[in-house]
């Protein structure tokens, strides 16, 4: 396989939503449901899957840059080790060619191997093209998730293309478009190689109520006019739950109040965001005669303009 960082088009500097991004739209590209019976589309899908396994886990890229591993993510031996050692199952060797003799990048040698056939990579020729595993393909999904199942955490079942039903751990805190990666649930592998990924971006669908805006959660919460006259505890939703909340006496459409650490879990900090409540006045469905004799009476209320304030604009 090539440079992971090729395949997938980022430089060396990118950082993980770079590569995340990258990932996400050379696999819908190159989608083998996209792209039916084109084995180009396929091996290049299987590549940027092979190359974000790699870029995507911290470890592996780390050993991948200091030349630990290479493009596969397979041991790189010392120099010498494979003169000594390739002559691998069922007596296959590899032979040189002609050319230097390196062998630091193997990745060209093993992108030989995918193809099935033999060649000069490197200076390298490979005899013979079965006896080694090859790992299944990845595969991507997307899956609508409620809101608070996203802030929550929660579990949600999804029936996979093949039929299987699958029980999706979604961790609390899981934010819109969030990719999960399912290990092992992807394609199955070939000649006892290990299944391909699955990964699946999370739609978090928008809830009645809650508005959030990154980890805060906004409300709007309507109170009768008592409450934001005279003042006092109401009861708000929040995502963990109901709280109680002290509304000041005096209080108008569009006091906002805070409710600290009340909002989304960051699942990179550990901090929870707060959730903010903007309060509005709602007046009871059905007239009250007793709430319009009271302002019919009320004088003081009378002289109070609140659109004073515009005039200096108009």
């Known amino acids: 396989m090539m440079d992971p960082y090729a395949v997938l088009g980022v430089p060396k500097t990118a950082s993980p939503d770079d590569v995340r991004k990258a990932f996400r739209k050379l696999a819908k590209k190159y989608h083998p449901d996209l792209n039916p019976g084109d084995k180009g589309a396929e091996a290049r ?92 393909l990845p595969v991507s999904y997307s899956l609508s998730v409620p809101f608070l199942v996203a802030a929550r955490g929660g579990k949600q079942r999804v029936t996979l293309p093949d039929g299987r039903t699958l029980d999706i751990d979604v961790p609390e805190g899981t934010t819109d478009r969030q990719t999960l990666r399912l290990k092992g649930q992807g394609m199955p592998g070939r000649d006892g190689g290990p299944p391909g990924d699955a990964y699946v971006e999370i739609h978090v669908q928008p809830h009645a109520f809650f508005e959030p805006r990154d980890n805060d959660v906004h409300v709007e919460l309507p109170v009768t006019l008592a409450e934001a006259a005279l003042g006092g505890k109401v009861r708000v939703p929040t995502v963990g739950g109901p709280v109680m909340l002290n509304v000041p006496p005096g209080s108008n459409t569009g006091t906002s109040l805070r409710l600290k650490g009340r909002g989304l879990l960051d699942r990179k900090s550990g901090q929870r965001g707060d959730q903010y409540v903007r309060l509005k006045i709602v007046l009871p469905d059905a007239p009250d005669d007793k709430l319009r004799a009271f302002l019919e009476s009320w004088e003081e209320g009378r002289k109070h303009d609140p659109r004073a304030a515009m005039e200096q604009f108009t």
């Open 45 to 136: 899908f299987k590549e940027i899957g092979q190359a974000n396994d790699l870029l995507s886990d911290p470890e592996k890229r780390r050993r991948f840059d200091a030349g630990e591993i290479d493009a596969l993510g397979q041991e790189v031996p010392p120099r010498g080790f494979y003169r000594d050692a390739a002559g691998g199952a069922d007596g296959r060797k590899y032979r040189r060619a002609g050319g230097h003799e390196s062998f630091v990048d193997m990745g060209g040698i093993f992108s030989e191997m995918f193809g099935g056939g033999s060649g000069g990579a490197r200076g390298f020729h490979f005899e013979g093209g079965e006896g080694f595993e090859f790992g299944g």
